[in-house]
């Protein structure tokens, strides 16, 4: 089976790329815009294009039988700056994707990346979302991923593809850069390890559904296989977790306090409680998480410790 990737350089798209390349001896082909300081992971095809190229597209597209959609370029935090920059960057790449599946007559499917935490409506009774709850996204960051999965809804109606859409909670598993807007436990234990503050945006109770990029990719591949024409499967841990929280299970496995600068004027009107049921996945997947917080955090330290000592070594050997 061929297998395509979008947004492969990005946080998600890079660890399923390299998770589906160290299981399956499937071809791989990674859809990158800038191939600059981009290290392609072992016996993948490196495709550089642009979504915006309706040509670039159907060159991609052409023979795939399942293609991962993760290609995306703003946060909740950032996406209101300027809408139609954020359309254009966002929702007409998906368009001209879908378009040139439909020409081409491929049917693939297409196995989408949308948002637990980002399109459904607020909620006060505390009971975790279900598929079937009301959205009513808060930030253009979630009304794009609604409207993307619609368009990818109504192209599975006309039976040019089939899909299956992953509304992922918050992801991490690996450090992620200090200057990053989302992505909290990743930019966070990256901070820490390099002696800067911790950055938080908006209230530090509001609470999260955290998954591991391990548990993520799984459930992608089971994915792969669609159940129906068009599914939408909540993914998450099951379990909500304060931002005050994480900050202090990271504090406790790094052993020492850490410095954090709230900014709660930039996401004030985030949402503040989002904790997806994954009932669905369970059922339909038979897929449950399988990395609890506190293991993942725990693991991301110690790789951030290996990588340190090993620069430390590295620095002795060159002086």
Request: a neutral charge.
């Amino acid at each position: 089976m061929a297998i395509g990737i979008t947004g492969a350089k990005g946080f998600i798209g890079s660890y399923l790329s390299r998770h589906i390349l160290a299981r399956q001896a499937d071809a791989v082909r990674l859809l990158v815009r800038n191939t600059v300081n981009f290290q392609s992971p072992a016996g993948a095809e490196v495709f550089q294009g642009d979504l915006l190229s309706r040509s670039d597209c159907e060159r991609f597209v052409a023979d795939l039988h399942l293609i991962y959609y993760l290609a995306h370029n703003n946060t909740p935090v950032n996406s209101d700056l300027d809408l139609p920059s954020d359309v254009l960057v966002n929702l007409v790449p998906l368009l001209n994707f879908i378009q040139a599946i439909q020409m081409l007559g491929t049917k693939p499917h297409v196995v989408y990346f949308s948002s637990g935490g980002a399109v459904y409506a607020p909620k006060q009774d505390r009971v975790p979302y279900l598929e079937t709850d009301p959205c009513r996204p808060v930030s253009s960051y979630g009304i794009q991923k609604l409207a993307a999965e619609d368009y990818l809804r109504l192209a599975a109606h006309k039976g040019h593809l089939t899909s299956t859409i992953l509304r992922v909670g918050n992801a991490y598993g690996t450090p992620l850069p200090h200057f990053r807007m989302q992505g909290l436990i990743g930019v966070a234990v990256n901070c820490v390890a390099e002696g800067r503050p911790v950055r938080v945006f908006g209230d530090l109770n509001n609470v999260r559904d955290y998954i591991h990029l391990e548990d993520v990719s799984e459930i992608a591949m089971r994915a792969s296989v669609p159940k129906q024409p068009f599914s939408i499967v909540n993914v998450g841990s099951g379990a909500g977790h304060s931002v005050d929280g994480i900050l202090r299970i990271i504090e406790e496995v790094w052993g020492k306090p850490i410095d954090i600068r709230s900014e709660q004027d930039r996401g004030n009107w985030l949402t503040d409680w989002v904790v997806l049921d994954i009932g669905k996945a369970r059922e339909e997947f038979g897929w449950s998480p399988r990395i609890d917080l506190h293991r993942g955090v725990a693991g991301m330290m110690d790789g951030v410790a290996q990588e340190l000592q090993r620069a430390r070594v590295a620095g002795q050997v060159l002086s």
